[in-house]
């Protein structure tokens, strides 16, 4: 896998030219890329954008793919409707003709994207790139046609657009009722302008020429699409280059706001490559990492990427972050929750506004009660109005970024969300009224709605991040009551939910009914899976029971799920428990990070070496994904093992680019979303709040800095780091037997606290502070 890395001087501008013709090629040729594999050419890319994205394979043809809506994933999208299931591209001689989708080679860029193919029958190279630019409802296609031979080459350039103008998921709710699509080809635009017959929906494309003829085609795709042809005569010298532009674009309200959009695409699409280059270089400069680990820093930077990626705006409903690509494109309550913390922590603050407000004022319309939803189409259809977690991890999204940005009024506006939702949770959730709310967690499966380990403990931490919300805001009554709260489910948690024989935190206080059927469903999935052990451990545990009945709810460990690992990633596990529960989690990892459901691990369980072997069909059973090994990771953190977090974290990092270069998989290494909003608080709360130690407290204007690295990192800097209306950098060497810690920021007037390893605190404001002592 080749790589290009990117080196600041300042900001290195990306889009520099050079001579010869402007293509975006020459425009990114400084910009950071990675090249794909070879064995990965069948498997999906994004070419992103905030309004219109576009999924297609890396051999470059665009296959029917994703499972929710079936088929229908791939293609182009402008949410809340498709525009076009893709299109093909054709070069025909007299003698000779070839459909341009098996690429030779696919170059993922921050911003833009490549497929490189060979005809050597006439020694041509054509390059295709495409690009999305930022606030449009359309993309540029661009096709570098290279003469790499002797003689002149003559042919016809063929560009085959397959429009499927339909609804997005849930669209028949909001009477989004697809019909059959019809195009006309307009003289105006030199292209074809399709429509949906009963709906405003339009598609347009063309190029940046006349072409010498255009046709209807037949449409390869199932659905009420259609198909339309333009064809272009190229004459092309000896040792030549030349490029063709394509726009398409589309609107969701009708015909002229489509052309609108693509007459600006034709009129400087140069400007639009080069804005876009210059924001994504903005976003590599804030919360620049530089450590010993070249892949996980290249990984750090391109999850930064990757996070852009997923901002979806429908400016009828709002802009927001979706959840992953291309299953999950819409809007979700706990994966923003995640998601953000680390979007603030690497500057991103844009997004982080406009998805809570968002989630906010969808969930007040929708539930009214401060409960927050958890899934969300682009057409406004709440599909799932909330699992019980979202609601006190709402609360904890809220104060994480108040103490980045200090910012009162965005405090005062949703802590009114917060109050009700907290009184909801405990009021309308809470049966036995032993504190413990009921009802789904993090976990989908059927019957684990009891009292959750994962709801306790976030419930928890929302108790205990509202009740400094409430301090804050002078509200101190309220204060006292949800800090009295938060330290009585602390000490239940780890009274409760604890289990000595396990070693571990009990998925599940239920009573001995709800387990037993567990237990069932439970030894039928480890039958599947080929899971003795599993087997053994709950037919054991159902003997148990069996033996040993109660009336009363009790504890129970029987998936070993991740979110048994909750009370050490918000800190709550007393400190014995938390250490023997972190050695007991390490039985349920593989090379690549932590089992969701542990008895469904295999024998790579407990390794950091070893073959991988995808299954012919994808499924989330036997899965090992990015939020689990992150959580795992804070989890290590908290109770002073950065060696151990670090171990989760290199895990991790050898998912990045696995299959699509640039990017880490939902799944770890390639299976369900190529993107995830969720992986970025994988990786930035451990480096940026952990390892570098970044505790901010914005609307005091202090910032204190409490590294604790892993012994691999003896030299790390983090630099830009935005915090309220300030930026730091941190700078950390521990070499040659000194320690040496160095803080600069560009607001004089914060105070900055740096705390050493043997408790020594460092204090000032100004340009920055330092910490120098010899190493023991």
């Known amino acids: 896998m080749k790589t290009r890395s990117l080196l600041f001087c300042g900001i290195l501008l990306w889009s520099c030219s050079s001579p010869g013709p402007e293509t975006i090629a020459t425009l990114l040729e400084s910009a950071p890329n990675i090249q794909g594999k070879s064995e990965y050419l069948d498997s999906p890319y994004v070419t992103a954008g905030d309004r219109l994205y576009m999924v297609g394979h890396q051999d470059g043809s665009f296959p029917e793919l994703g499972w929710h809506i079936q088929g229908e994933m791939g293609g182009i999208w402008n949410h809340p409707i498709k525009l076009m299931d893709g299109f093909e591209a054709a070069v025909k001689w007299e003698d000779f003709s070839t459909t341009l989708d098996k690429a030779e080679r696919f170059t993922n860029f921050p911003m833009a994207n490549s497929h490189t193919f060979q005809i050597p029958q006439k020694e041509v190279t054509v390059e295709r790139w495409q690009v999305v630019p930022d606030g449009e409802q359309g993309l540029v296609v661009q ?54 017959n009963n709906n405003p929906w339009v598609a347009c494309f063309s190029a940046d020429t006349t072409p010498s003829s255009r046709s209807e085609a037949r449409t390869k795709y199932k659905g009420l699409g259609t198909a339309h042809r333009l064809s272009y005569s190229i004459e092309l010298s000896a040792n030549a280059l030349t490029h063709l532009n394509f726009y398409i674009a589309g609107s969701y309200t009708g015909r002229e706001d489509a052309l609108s959009t693509l007459a600006r695409l034709k009129k400087d699409p140069t400007a639009m490559v080069q804005d876009k280059a210059r924001r994504y270089e903005t976003l590599a ?31 009828e409903i709002g802009s927001g972050i979706g959840a992953g690509i291309p299953d999950y494109p819409w809007w979700f309550g706990v994966d923003s929750e995640y998601a953000l913390q680390g979007y603030t922590a690497i500057g991103q603050k844009k997004a982080v506004y406009s998805t809570i407000a968002l989630l906010d004022s969808v969930s007040n319309a929708v539930n009214g009660n401060g409960k927050i939803i958890h899934e969300m189409s682009t057409n406004g259809t709440v599909f799932n109005p909330g699992n019980i977690n979202e609601t006190p991890q709402f609360a904890t999204l809220l104060w994480s970024v108040y103490q980045w940005t200090g910012d009162r009024e965005f405090l005062e506006k949703y802590f009114p969300t917060v109050q009700k939702g907290l009184q909801w949770l405990m009021e309308a959730n809470d ?65 409760q939910f604890w289990s000595e024989d ?60 991740w979110v048994v690992n909750t009370p050490m990633e918000v800190g709550i596990a007393d400190s014995a428990k938390a250490l023997k529960a972190l050695e007991t989690a390490k039985r349920f990892v593989n090379p690549f990070g932590v089992f969701v459901t542990g008895i469904d691990r295999d024998e790579s369980a407990g390794s950091d070496e070893g073959a991988y072997k995808a299954p012919p069909i994808f499924t989330y059973t036997g899965a090992v994904m990015t939020l689990p090994t992150g959580v795992q990771a804070r989890a290590e953190n908290n109770y002073g093992r950065p060696n151990d977090a670090l171990n989760y974290l290199e895990r991790m990092t050898r998912s990045f680019s696995y299959a699509l270069p640039g990017s880490m998989y939902e799944v770890s290494p390639d299976f369900g979303m190529m993107v995830q909003a969720w992986n970025i608080y994988s990786y930035a709360y451990p480096i940026i709040q952990q390892f570098f130690g970044v505790q901010p407290n914005a609307a005091d204007k202090t910032i204190v800095i409490r590294p604790q690295m892993p012994d691999k990192w003896e030299e790390a800097a983090l630099e830009n780091v935005a915090i309220g209306d300030n930026t730091i950098s941190i700078f950390y060497s521990r070499k040659g037997g000194a320690l040496a810690i160095r803080v600069t920021q560009s607001n004089p007037e914060w105070e900055l606290v740096l705390e050493g390893p043997s408790g020594e605190v460092v204090k000032g404001k100004g340009e920055g502070i330092q910490f120098t002592d010899a190493l023991k």
């Open 502 to 561: 396990f070693g571990s935190y009990a998925d599940f206080i239920g009573t001995d009914e709800q387990a037993l059927h567990l237990i069932e469903d439970a030894i039928v999935r480890a039958d599947t899976l080929d899971k003795p052990w599993a087997i053994e451990e709950m037919e054991a545990t159902r003997k148990f029971i069996l033996q040993n009945p109660s009336r009363e709810p009790r504890p129970f460990v029987l998936h070993h799920n």
């Open 143 to 196: 096709f570098i046609l290279k003469n790499n031979g002797a003689t002149t080459q003559s042919f016809d350039f063929e560009f085959t657009g397959h429009t499927d103008l339909r609804p997005t998921w849930l669209g028949e709710r909001t009477q989004m009722i697809d019909a059959q699509d019809t195009g006309v080809f307009e003289e105006a635009v030199q292209g074809w302008v399709i429509k949906d």
């Open 285 to 315: 400069h804030q919360s620049r990492l530089t450590i010993p680990d070249k892949q996980m820093e290249q990984a750090f930077e391109w999850l930064k990427y990757n996070c852009d990626w997923l901002v979806r705006t429908v400016p």
């Open 431 to 495: 049966a036995d009224g032993n504190g413990f709310p009921e009802g789904f967690g993090m976990m989908e499966i059927h019957g684990l709605d009891s009292e959750m380990i994962d709801v306790a403990a976030y419930s928890q931490k929302g108790f205990a991040d509202a009740a400094q919300m409430a301090s804050a805001l002078g509200k101190e009554g309220l204060a006292n009551e949800y800090t009295a709260m938060a330290a009585t489910l602390k000490e239940n948690i780890n009274a």
